[in-house]
C-alpha cells in the first residue's frame, strides 16, 4: 500500500468515527461546538503518532503475553503529557475539554491503532496512519461540531451569525446522536457511488 | 529480530522497563509544566477576582484565607481587596452542591459596606442552554449592587427576589445558595 492511500483512508474510507464507529464517547462530548472539536482532534492525533510512532519502536522487544498493558502504560503516559502541557499553556482549551482528555486513553481508535496497525507495520507507514487515522477523527469531529454549534447555538467558532436561540437540542446529547446519524447516512451514501 | 518470547522473566522485565521509562519522563514534563499551570490557576483567580471587585491596591491571592464550609473538604477562600491598607471589598470563593448537575463555583465580590459586587462562575456542570445560562449577564446583573440584608436572596419561587432562569429553577437556587454563603461568610469575618 503507498503512504498515501495509506494516510487518505482515515478520512472516508476507514474514518474512525463515520465508518467504523470507534471512540463515540468523545466524539458525542465535546463536538458541541467547532473549537472544541479541533482542540480535541489535536490532541488525540498527536497520541495517535506519539503511540503509534512508540509502539512499533518496541513491539519487537515486548513479549505477546503482555502487550495489552504495555501499550497502554505508553498510552496513557502521552495522554498525561497532553493534559499537563494543555493545562499549563492553553487553560482555556483545557477548561472546556475537562474529563475528555484524560479520557482519550480509553479511546478505542488510538489502542485500535496500536493493536491493528502499528503492532504489524514498520515505522513510516505507523506514522503516517497515526497522522491519517487522528486526522480523519479531528475531520469527523468537526463536521459534527460546525452543525451542532450551527444549529444549536448559531454561530461558527463561536462567531454569532444571527442574535437569536438556536435549537438547544443539537448542543445537547441527542442531538449528537442526530446528526450523527445524518453525516454517516451521507457517507454511507457516498461510499456506495 | 525475532520476537521475545512470552516467558515470566521476559514479561517481567519488559513491563519493568517501560514502566520505569514512563513514570521517568513524566515526572520530567510534571517538572516542566508545574510551573505554566500554576501560574494558568493564579492568573484565572486573579482575573475573577478583578472581575468581582472593581478599586483596590493590594494583592488579595497573597492574603488569601480558608473558612471551613458546612460542606465537607470544599472549605471556601476568603481574598480580602484593600485600597491604601482599609479594607475595600472581599472576593470569595463559594460553592453550592445543590446544582442540577454537581457542584457550582462562584466568586462573590462583596463590598466594604456589605454590598454584592459582581459574581463571576468559576465552574459549573450545568445543562447547555439551559442552568448555564446562569453566566450570562440578565441573570447574574440583578445581583448588582444589591444589600443582601434587603435583597432575600432566593427565587421567587421560594419567597425570594431573585427572577429565575426559566425551566432551570434547580441552577438558579444553587445560585443563590452559593451566593448567600459568601454573604453571610462575609458578615461573619474577623479581619477588618
Redesign the interface.
Known amino acids: 500500500m503507498n503512504h498515501w492511500k495509506n494516510f487518505i483512508k482515515g478520512f472516508i474510507r476507514e474514518n474512525p468515527v463515520l465508518v467504523l464507529l470507534l471512540g463515540m464517547c468523545p466524539t458525542l462530548g465535546v463536538s458541541s461546538s467547532a473549537n472544541n472539536a479541533i482542540g480535541m482532534g489535536m490532541a488525540t492525533t498527536f497520541v495517535l503518532v506519539m503511540s503509534n510512532l512508540s509502539i512499533t519502536l518496541v513491539k519487537d522487544f515486548i513479549p505477546d503475553k503482555v502487550r495489552i498493558p504495555a501499550y497502554i502504560i505508553l498510552i496513557a503516559s502521552f495522554v498525561t503529557v497532553v493534559e499537563l502541557v494543555m493545562s499549563g499553556y492553553f487553560p482555556a482549551l483545557y477548561t472546556q475539554l475537562g474529563i475528555f482528555i484524560p479520557l482519550i486513553v480509553v479511546n478505542c481508535i488510538v489502542l485500535g491503532r496500536a493493536e491493528a496497525f502499528a503492532s504489524k507495520n514498520k515505522v513510516i507507514p505507523s506514522l503516517i496512519d497515526g497522522l491519517g487515522m487522528g486526522l480523519g477523527f479531528t475531520f469527523a469531529l468537526l463536521i459534527l461540531g460546525i452543525f451542532r454549534e450551527l444549529l444549536g447555538n448559531l454561530s461558527i467558532f463561536g462567531y454569532k451569525l444571527i442574535e437569536a436561540d438556536g435549537a438547544l437540542v443539537f448542543i445537547l446529547a441527542p442531538g449528537a446522536f442526530i446528526t450523527l446519524g445524518f453525516i454517516i447516512a451521507v457517507i454511507n451514501q457516498l461510499k456506495k457511488t | 529480530?525475532?520476537?521475545?518470547?512470552?516467558?515470566f522473566i521476559?514479561?517481567l522485565i519488559?513491563?519493568f522497563v517501560?514502566?520505569l521509562v514512563?513514570s521517568t519522563?513524566?515526572a520530567y514534563?510534571?517538572d516542566i509544566?508545574k510551573?505554566?499551570?500554576a501560574?494558568?490557576?493564579a492568573?484565572?483567580k486573579q482575573a475573577a477576582i478583578s472581575n468581582v471587585i472593581n478599586d483596590y491596591d493590594n494583592d488579595p491571592v497573597s492574603e488569601m484565607y480558608k473558612v471551613a464550609s458546612p460542606f465537607k473538604g470544599d472549605s471556601l477562600e476568603c481574598y480580602p481587596a484593600r485600597k491604601e491598607g482599609k479594607l475595600a471589598g472581599m472576593a470569595i470563593r463559594t460553592i453550592s452542591k445543590k446544582g442540577y448537575s454537581g457542584s457550582i463555583w462562584l466568586m462573590v465580590g462583596i463590598t466594604a459596606d456589605g454590598k454584592i459586587n459582581n459574581i463571576e462562575v468559576l465552574?459549573h456542570k450545568e445543562?447547555?442552554?439551559?442552568g448555564a445560562k446562569m453566566k450570562e449577564l440578565f441573570f447574574k446583573d440583578q445581583f448588582r449592587n444589591v444589600d443582601p440584608s434587603i435583597f432575600r436572596l432566593k427565587v421567587k419561587k421560594d419567597g425570594g427576589d431573585v427572577d429565575a432562569i426559566t425551566a432551570a429553577t434547580i441552577s438558579s437556587r444553587a445560585f443563590c445558595e452559593a451566593t448567600q454563603l459568601a454573604v453571610d461568610t462575609f458578615n461573619n469575618k474577623e479581619i477588618k
Not at chain 2, 127 to 130: E, F, Q, S, V
Request: glycine letters at 4%.
Open positions: 529480530m525475532a520476537k521475545t518470547e512470552s516467558t521476559n514479561m519488559t513491563l517501560i514502566t514512563a519522563a513524566l514534563i510534571y509544566t510551573e505554566p499551570i501560574a494558568a490557576e492568573a484565572r465552574d445543562t447547555p442552554g439551559l
